[in-house]
């Protein structure tokens, strides 16, 4: 026999072990995946209606008085658009927190695949609808502000908010996002794992 | 084209792809641990899957991407151990084959890093048009790159007084 048809045999010849989980295991990373999703959601929720807070107290009770009344309207409607993607957020954590765990894992992957649909929807219609309003409103708000500067402030504050924001879209967002995306994949291919072995148990077929 | 199964492609490359990954690292957990980050890659991508290449070869080029990314971003296990590991295990083994199968994991992990990967799957009785495509060179680039893989693990294997 050729050489290497020896070792091709030896190698033919293993057997591999059934894959075994450990549903407990799984289910503990789950939690843990969960409750940082949940808290991502959560502190971004709080930054979000504090915001609005800062912005008012700015535009309506400090010492500072805007000439336009656009200015007042861009306040309005900064805080106003920050305080609605902050309801948002308190929205996703409540759906978060409603996943239960004690349910069967049949039921749980549905929740989490429910989930995970959802937000995916919410995701495409949302961040550039929050994102294009807010620019919007910054817009109506540089009106006055830049208008008092001079021409050299107006393009270095301009490019800065620019640059901020369009590191914040495409960076910041993004990475949190794929983040929080993985999360929901690993939550998901998990319970996925465990179904599949508790399926495979049932056939009495548990080496697959 | 329709939506691959996940779970049947699960049932019939798992093996296949934890055989891969243990040639490639010669360690059974970490071998799980890849196997199991090439399928959460494989099922977060399945609907990006466009019919392009086979499905084997698909799920095969993860496979082997994942190993090959797991090697540059953590080279913490030198080759000395895992030889010093698998040698261990030889000598405990009771059974002749599993001692062979142990060592022709020692002698395939003396291979280069992509070596490593081909050999695994010739020996698992891939195609070498399928191999080829897994790894992005060319048919012919690739028989020459078999003849000397295999003549170079018979050789080690041969050292170790095994032939």
Redesign the interface.
């Known amino acids: 026999m050729d050489n290497f048809d020896h070792l091709k045999q030896v190698w033919q010849q293993q057997i591999i072990p059934a894959q075994t989980i450990n549903p407990a295991e799984l289910n503990k990373d789950n939690v843990d995946h969960q409750r940082k999703l949940e808290r991502t959601q959560l502190l971004s929720a709080i930054a979000l209606l504090l915001t609005p807070v800062g912005i008012i107290w700015m535009g309506f009770f400090s010492p500072i008085h805007f000439q336009s009344t656009l200015t007042y309207v861009a306040i309005v409607l900064i805080s106003a658009i920050s305080a609605t993607q902050g309801l948002i957020n308190v929205g996703l954590f409540v759906r978060l927190r409603r996943i239960d765990i004690s349910m069967s894992t049949t039921q749980h992957l549905d929740q989490w695949q429910h989930y995970y649909a959802y937000r995916k929807q919410l995701i495409r219609i949302n961040l550039p609808l929050y994102y294009l309003l807010l620019n919007g409103a910054f817009g109506l708000y540089f009106i006055e502000i830049l208008g008092l500067m001079p021409l050299a402030g107006r393009l270095i504050s301009l490019g800065m908010y620019l640059a901020w924001m369009l590191y914040a879209y495409f960076i910041l967002g993004k990475r949190t996002l794929r983040k929080e995306q993985e999360r929901i994949e690993i939550i998901i291919h998990n319970l996925q794992a465990i179904q599949h072995q508790l399926h495979s148990s049932a056939d009495g077929n548990p080496s697959k | 084209m329709p939506q691959p199964d ?2 049947s492609l ?2 019939s490359y ?2 296949k792809v ?2 891969l990954c243990l040639g490639y690292t010669g360690d059974y957990a970490q071998a799980q641990d890849l196997t199991q980050e090439t ?2 890659k494989v ?2 991508n399945l609907a990006k899957f466009k019919g392009e290449s086979l499905l084997s070869t698909w799920l095969y080029r993860i496979a082997v991407n994942t190993c090959l990314n797991h090697l540059r971003t953590v080279r913490k296990h030198p080759t000395d151990t895992l030889e010093m590991q698998h040698n261990e295990q030889a000598q405990d083994e009771p059974n002749d ?1 599993e001692q ?2 142990s060592l ?1 994991y020692t002698c395939i992990h003396q291979l280069a890093e992509l070596d490593r990967l081909i050999i695994t799957l010739v ?3 891939t195609s070498y048009g399928e191999i080829a495509q897994v790894v992005g060179i060319s048919e012919g680039n690739l028989r020459v790159k078999i003849h000397r893989i ?1 003549q170079q ?2 050789s080690i ?2 050292r170790h007084g095994q ?1």
Do not use: R
């Open positions: 996940f779970d699960y049932q798992y093996k934890l055989k399928f959460v099922w977060q084959t062979q199968i022709l020996l698992d009785d295999k693990l018979t294997f041969q032939l």
